[in-house]
């Protein structure tokens, strides 16, 4: 038996583009139940852009049961960034690990994709910092960035 807090799995059904990215046509992330059809996102976006760790969205149950993402119902406040490094994959690489401990240093956490792509969970207010941190980076050649969602007190 379940309760009512225990995590679920919501899906954001995706589109690739031209380049077949992203290289999968959904994506599930873990969520809690957050209200009559609600859900909180426990888990860092790595490919659905839009939206971010935290943020609750309105789901609605397909023909198998599975709960898709309709929409978001209320923002967090954080933000979502992804980075790619250019040379190596992500573990080991000796450069990239100075830029992430900056990231960890002012509140950011990370979820990591194959090795080869590093979904930064930016909190609210520390967005100028972590894009600082982000740019930075590319100046280095270390990696490159794109925003997946970034909160705004108008969002």
């Known amino acids: 038996m379940s309760r009512v807090d225990d995590p ?35 888990s860092i976006p790595i490919f659905a852009t839009g939206i971010a760790l935290g943020d609750v969205v309105d789901v609605e149950p397909d023909d198998q049961g599975q709960l898709i993402v309709g929409h978001i119902a209320r923002r967090s406040g954080n933000s979502t960034y992804r980075v790619a490094p250019l040379a190596e994959a992500i573990e080991p690489n000796p450069a990239l690990a100075p830029f992430v401990r900056r990231l ?21 207010g ?13 100046a280095a050649g270390v990696w490159d960035f794109e925003e997946g969602f970034c909160f705004s007190v108008e969002a």
């Open 104 to 124: 960890a240093d002012i509140g950011c956490s990370t979820a990591g994709y194959e090795n080869m792509m590093l979904a930064v969970n930016v909190p609210q």
């Open 8 to 42: 679920v799995r919501v899906q954001f059904p995706l589109t690739s583009d031209e380049d077949g990215w992203p290289p999968v046509s959904a994506e599930w992330l873990a969520a809690t139940k957050a209200g009559d059809d609600a859900y909180a996102i426990d």
């Open 126 to 138: 520390k967005v100028p910092a972590a894009y600082a941190i982000f740019e930075e980076g590319v």
